[in-house]
């Protein structure tokens, strides 16, 4: 929250200060000359001089289009320096207002002596940066940097206006004496404190440069390291360590993307909050030299229809005619320095990268299970993940925060052994964990359920997922069963009643299997203090007999007598 406030704060604080200037008008005035944003005297001309020119704004490249939905991309610059270049962009419209109330003050003046003033008129017309017609392009480089601030000469943009009152002021013959009170009373006064506002506004610009900060670069490195080890784990999931287990891998990818998104949409929302006040200030800006032009052709309007026939029409026709952001959207169309107004952010539903849904990486059963101390009679609980490929012990269900397993079991060097009957007052099972090698030895797992269902539903995932000989295998069942899973979302749901049987029917089956499984192996191995393993880590005797609890055997037999 305080980065994301500390973004916004400059942002917010430029359009409050637009609204209040703005409320303080009438509603003809505020039609009239629209509200001040900025603006100031001397000063802001010397700060921008040739010591301080920043680099010039290059014309934005064309590059291929990037796919908004790869992780691969930023689509926002990272390295930019937007509060910069906007900072010069405002302080050549100080320079355009400095010239244009140069141009009216002198107007002003010589409202009484019409015809022997044209000359000096024509000379006030100084606009450094912007080509007049039968005149010279601006000859130093400063001037030449500011002059692609704004659209060519012809495109009615605001170089077109100083090209209008030299034209204007060659066939001007007459002029009247309220038009220069005007001048000096309304127009003028206003001007200037648009400048001196404007200076104001650009210091805080500046200020807001520390919004642009960001680690969007070292984020996608991160993405990228993480992305190839997923993939490498996809490639080699049955050799992998439960490390690089490509459900825990898909899990820690799909975290640091969505940090990934988060750094960049912060950056992308920085960019938006400068735009966006920029875009205002600009307007008032472009709307208050519009403003004062249009009063001032209206003045001299009335006084002859030559007025009209020059000035007025030309300027309607050309920069006048314009929206206030129309300079705005071509700036930023060409500079490289910003963004596309109409560049959405990315959300993480939307990324897609290579083997995003493989099977491997579903997860096939979860919840809460009790394991039994290899050397103690007591029961931990812990939350367990059953994938493809192993069973994952985690201390809690939160896969935000608790990503690394207590342990994980190979279910390739795993079986399932027995489980408790029906009728049993507790619900355990056993999972036997093969010998592996001289340092893993193996163990008998025990396990306690709450229910017989749930201990059912275990059983039954885990000698299906220990029996697969190939991963391809493994992958089509996964496949097949979750499209089971989803068609019986999308059909009619059976009755409690036929569920209830239906899933005792199964749970009988499975007893009927194991016993038959179990028949051609021996004895099989007994829970708690009875439990006989072939391991070499047998399980101590720690009385934790339970009455009701008893096993099948793999004798018929001795399955009637019980």
């Known amino acids: 929250m305080s980065k994301h406030s500390t973004?916004?704060?400059?942002?917010?604080?430029?359009?409050?200060?637009?609204?209040?200037?703005?409320?303080?008008?009438?509603?003809?005035q505020q039609r009239m000359h629209t509200a001040s944003l900025a603006g100031s005297g001397e000063t802001a001309h010397q700060a921008y001089s040739t010591r301080d020119t920043v680099s010039l704004p290059q014309h934005r490249p064309e590059h291929p289009a990037q796919d908004p939905r790869?992780?691969?991309?930023?689509?926002?610059?990272?390295?930019?320096q937007p509060t910069e270049v906007l900072a010069?962009?405002?302080?050549?419209?100080?320079?355009?207002?400095?010239?244009?109330?140069?141009?009216?003050?002198?107007?002003?003046?010589?409202?009484?002596?019409?015809?022997?003033?044209?000359?000096?008129?024509?000379?006030?017309?100084?606009?450094?940066?912007?080509?007049?017609?039968?005149?010279?392009?601006?000859?130093?480089?400063?001037?030449?940097?500011?002059q692609r601030f704004f659209l060519p000469l012809g495109c009615g943009s605001v170089?077109?206006?100083?090209?209008?009152?030299?034209?204007?002021?060659?066939?001007?013959?007459?002029?009247?004496?309220?038009?220069?009170?005007?001048?000096?009373n309304e127009v003028i006064p206003r001007l200037e404190e648009l400048r001196r506002d404007l200076l104001v506004k650009i210091k805080e610009i500046k200020q807001l440069q520390s919004d642009f900060k960001n680690s969007c670069t070292k984020e996608l490195s991160i993405t990228k390291q993480e992305l190839k080890q997923y993939w490498n784990a996809l490639k080699e999931c049955k050799f992998t360590t439960p490390a690089k287990d490509p459900y825990l891998l898909k899990i820690t990818l799909d975290k640091q993307i969505k940090r990934q998104i988060t750094e960049e949409?912060?950056?992308?929302?920085?960019?938006?909050?400068?735009?966006?006040?920029?875009?205002?200030?600009?307007?008032?800006?472009?709307?208050?030299?519009?403003?004062?032009?249009?009063?001032?052709?209206?003045?001299?309007?009335?006084?002859?229809?030559?007025?009209?026939?020059?000035?007025?029409?030309?300027?309607?026709?050309?920069?006048?005619r314009h929206d206030p952001q129309f300079e705005w959207d071509s700036f930023i169309a060409r500079d490289n320095n910003f963004i596309p107004p109409n560049l959405p952010m990315r959300r993480f539903k939307e990324i897609v990268y290579k083997h995003q849904a493989d099977p491997v990486t579903y997860e096939i059963r979860s919840g809460f299970l009790e394991r039994r101390s290899k050397f103690l009679k007591s029961y931990s609980r812990g939350f367990y993940v059953?994938?493809?490929?192993?069973?994952?012990?985690?201390?809690?269900?939160?896969?935000?925060?608790?990503?690394?397993?207590?342990?994980?079991?190979?279910?390739?060097?795993?079986?399932?052994?027995?489980?408790?009957?029906?009728?049993?007052?507790?619900?355990?099972?056993?999972?036997?964990?093969?010998?592996?090698g001289l340092i893993h030895r193996g163990h008998n797992w025990v396990f306690k359920v709450e229910s017989h269902a749930t201990m059912m539903a275990w059983f039954h995932d885990l000698k299906k997922f220990t029996t697969f000989d190939s991963i391809e295998d493994k992958t089509k069942y996964i496949v097949k069963r979750f499209a089971q899973q989803q068609q019986e979302k999308s059909s009619a749901t059976m009755p409690q009643d036929n569920s209830r049987k239906s899933m005792e029917a199964d749970t009988d089956a499975d007893e009927r299997r194991l016993s038959t499984s179990t028949t051609n192996t021996g004895t099989p191995p007994k829970l708690d203090t009875t439990t006989q393993t072939e391991t070499t880590a047998s399980i101590p005797d720690t009385g934790d007999h339970v009455p009701s609890f008893y096993i099948e055997t793999a004798s018929p037999e001795k399955s009637k007598a019980a």
């Open 88 to 146: 010069a962009r405002f302080a050549a419209w100080r320079s355009v207002i400095k010239s244009l109330l140069g141009y009216l003050s002198e107007t002003a003046s010589i409202q009484e002596e019409i015809v022997r003033q044209q000359l000096r008129l024509q000379h006030a017309v100084q606009f450094p940066f912007f080509a007049v017609e039968n005149q010279s392009q601006p000859s130093s480089s400063e001037d030449k940097a500011t």
């Open 386 to 436: 059953l994938s493809a490929n192993y069973l994952h012990e985690f201390k809690s269900a939160d896969r935000k925060r608790d990503l690394v397993p207590v342990m994980s079991l190979a279910l390739e060097d795993c079986s399932v052994a027995e489980h408790s009957k029906q009728n049993a007052t507790e619900h355990k099972f056993i999972l036997h964990a093969k010998q592996n």
């Open 159 to 184: 170089q077109n206006v100083p090209s209008v009152l030299n034209a204007y002021h060659g066939a001007l013959a007459a002029v009247s004496s309220k038009g220069a009170k005007e001048l000096n």
């Open 7 to 28: 973004m916004t704060s400059g942002a917010s604080e430029m359009k409050a200060n637009l609204k209040q200037h703005a409320s303080l008008l009438s509603p003809q």
């Open 265 to 320: 949409n912060y950056l992308h929302e920085a960019f938006d909050n400068l735009q966006t006040s920029g875009c205002e200030l600009e307007k008032v800006v472009v709307m208050e030299i519009q403003n004062a032009t249009t009063m001032y052709a209206r003045i001299l309007g009335q006084e002859a229809q030559l007025v009209f026939d020059i000035l007025v029409s030309k300027l309607d026709a050309g920069f006048l």
């Open 70 to 80: 790869s992780p691969l991309v930023i689509l926002v610059p990272t390295t930019a």
